[in-house]
């Protein structure tokens, strides 16, 4: 009775916004069609795909296309890059725009402020193409400005784009230079709710600048850095194809190849699509466990959780 | 004694603040030099380039860069082409995305949860590259401009950046009285939520414009028609893969001291080319983006509060 009762308000309540529906239409045809339709594309990681049989009259193959994928050469490879080029990543660049961001908000006047904003912004409208073009003339061992100047004090021009151990700090510093800026936006927000009258009192109790930086400011970030750190961590395995690929070459594969790459080479240049599926599906379905388990270990200890 | 440690809090105070003022100097030159030597490059001669001469301002300064560019006619193909999907991109992602994060947005809406949930599984879990491919081969949108349009109509973040600024900052009971005098949800949105809402349209549409500008994978992997390449994809030709020269020298081929001579004069040309191509394809952007920059922080904050 009850539930017959719901059901004639739910309709009710749908006649009288249907409007609202048709609102949302567009949208969700988008996702259904381009987002979980091809969800369903993923069992080719489980055929062995050809184009004229489709993903029905493909095959089974079970787990074939995985036991090939742990068993290649290349397997340990990219596995070992993807993790040491966000590690790295980690390591490096998540400081910087939380440092940012706490010596800027000492800047005194509101246009000085301002003005470097403004520049630290800059690096993150530069397309990724653009990025890794100025990087390759930049390091280029016989012009390039970097090595003009390490040979201009006095060092051995260094080939950083041929150089198998050299690739993962270009990586790295090129994106610090091109996020750290806009990185810190978040945490300047976060700096603008600082209670006033705390730095103030912590004034008159005759605290230098360091440590009401130290006492007031930064503990007002750390529920901002908990979350953008757990967000990081849980994409440890999701280093993108978009930049390695226009960094890398065959000189440095070895130091670049990462996993998203190796998806891209093996289903777009190899056209092995079932192989390659499989390795993207084994990517994916990590970087979900490492998101949870991120998720999980944030709100053990601080209470801060994504969902 | 008070007055003493008061003094010392002052000096060490003016220390740390010398300090501060010399780590944000050097990270704001470390910023900008790329963005200045690139500039100053495209308009210097490119042997002043090339044996490390040119440091800041342009040596010998010329436009014969600009005068290749200009005649290299693709360039304005995939700039043209760049226009369109910027444009035309930008305005299908508003007309998909806005009615659909109002809708969400109303907290009568039947099912709210549901759809909700929809939407944001999407951002965690995907086909990836193959699966994606595979269906827009069958849809028949590889190879036209639909491709680079419709797939990324809506971004399910920035769904959310505008659902919580419509349901945070459209009050309620203006809505309420909109009802009460016959006005349908449709209308609503159009005469009454839309002309409150000019942040968040700026927000989402910088957001998709600079997504549109920059991209270059999705037409690299989507497109074979050169005619229909954006500009960032004839970029990756210019800049990124024009490696033939290093990979000449690292062979150790023998050359003539001529065909030397002429190899290197072609290189430092085509690296002042590069330049020049930097700048015109970044200038737009580098001029829009300080006037914008303030919708930028606040699609960050609203993205940044949860609800």
Redesign the interface.
Same mark, same amino acid.
């Given at each position: 009775m009850k539930s017959v009762k719901t059901k004639k308000t739910a309709l009710r309540q749908i006649r009288a916004h249907w409007q609202l529906y048709v609102m949302m239409l567009p949208a969700i045809l988008a996702i259904l069609v381009f987002s979980y339709k091809p969800m369903y594309g993923i069992i080719i990681a489980f055929k062995k795909y050809s184009f004229r049989q489709g993903y029905w009259g493909s095959p089974w193959v079970g787990l074939e296309n995985f036991r090939r994928l742990f068993g290649s050469y290349w397997f340990p490879i990219i596995l070992r890059n993807t993790l040491t080029l966000s590690v790295l990543s980690l390591v490096v660049g998540f400081p910087v725009p939380i440092l940012l961001a706490l010596l800027a908000n000492e800047l005194g006047s509101e246009k000085v402020k301002r003005t470097f904003q403004t520049v630290s912004y800059a690096p993150h409208f530069i397309s990724t193409v653009v990025l890794c073009g100025m990087v390759i003339l930049f390091t280029n061992p016989s012009h390039g400005i970097i090595n003009l100047l390490i040979r201009a004090m006095g060092g051995e021009p260094v080939a950083f784009m041929q150089e198998q151990s050299m690739f993962k700090w270009v990586y790295v510093l090129s994106g610090v230079w091109q996020g750290s800026g806009w990185g810190a936006i978040i945490y300047f927000a976060a700096l603008s709710g600082v209670d006033q009258s705390l730095l103030d009192a912590a004034s008159v109790d005759g605290a230098s600048r360091l440590q009401k930086i130290l006492y007031v400011n930064l503990p007002v970030l750390v529920p901002t850095i908990v979350v953008m750190l757990v967000l990081q961590c849980g994409s440890l395995l999701g280093v993108g194809y978009e930049k390695v690929l226009l960094l890398q070459n065959s000189l440095n594969q070895e130091s670049s190849e990462v996993i998203s790459t190796y998806v891209y080479r093996m289903g777009l240049v190899n056209y092995d699509y079932s192989f390659s599926t499989a390795a993207g599906l084994f990517n994916s379905v990590c970087n979900a466990a490492v998101l949870v388990v991120a998720n999980t270990v944030s709100r053990r200890l601080t209470n801060a959780s994504l969902w | 004694m008070k007055r003493k440690? $008061?003094m010392k809090?002052g000096l $060490? /105070?003016r220390v740390? #603040?010398g300090i501060?003022y010399f780590?944000?100097a050097v %990270?704001?030159l470390?910023? #900008?030099y !790329?963005?200045l %030597?690139?500039a100053s490059a495209s308009f210097s001669d490119p042997k002043a380039?090339?044996? =490390?001469e040119m440091v800041l301002w342009p040596v010998r300064p010329s436009l014969s860069a600009y005068r290749y560019v200009f005649h290299y006619k693709e360039i304005w193909v995939g700039y043209a082409n760049t226009v369109f999907y910027t444009v035309a991109g930008t305005l299908i992602n508003l007309?998909?995305?806005l009615?659909?994060a109002?809708?969400?947005s $109303?907290r /009568?809406? %039947?099912?709210r949860g549901v759809?909700l949930a929809?939407?944001m599984v999407?951002m965690?879990?995907? =086909?990836?590259?193959?699966?994606?491919?595979?269906?827009l081969n069958d849809?028949g949108m590889v190879n036209t401009r639909w491709a680079l349009l419709? !797939?990324?109509?809506?971004s399910?973040y920035n769904?959310i950046v505008a659902r919580t600024f419509f349901a945070n900052t459209i009050p309620w009971e203006l809505q309420e009285a909109a009802w009460l005098d016959g006005c349908? /949800?449709?209308k609503a949105?159009v005469h009454i939520v839309l002309p409150l809402s000019a942040p968040i349209v700026a927000v989402l549409a910088i957001y998709y414009g600079?997504g549109h500008?920059?991209? %270059?994978?999705n037409a690299m992997?989507y497109i074979r028609d050169r005619a229909l390449y954006p500009l @960032?994809v004839f970029? $990756?030709e210019?800049?990124?893969q024009g @490696?033939f020269m290093?990979q000449a020298l @690292?062979g150790g081929a023998a050359y003539t001291t001529e065909e030397m001579a002429v190899m290197i004069k072609q290189a /430092?040309t085509a690296?002042m080319i590069?330049?020049a191509v930097?700048v015109v394809?970044?200038a737009p952007?580098?001029a829009v983006?300080?006037f914008i @920059?303030k919708y930028?922080?606040k699609g960050?904050?609203i993205g940044?509060v949860k609800g």
């Open positions: - | 440690h $008061r809090i $060490r /105070d740390f #603040l501060v780590v944000l %990270y704001f470390l910023m #900008l !790329p963005l %030597y690139v380039v090339a044996g =490390g007309a998909v995305t009615p659909c109002y809708a969400l $109303r /009568d809406l %039947y099912g759809l929809l939407f999407t965690y879990v995907s =086909g990836g590259l193959i699966p994606g491919y595979l269906n849809l419709l !797939p990324g109509a809506v399910v769904l349908s /949800d449709a949105f600079v500008w920059n991209a %270059y994978f992997i @960032q970029l $990756r210019i800049l990124t @490696q290093a @690292q /430092d690296n590069k330049y930097i394809s970044a952007m580098m983006y300080p @920059q930028f922080t960050v904050m940044s």
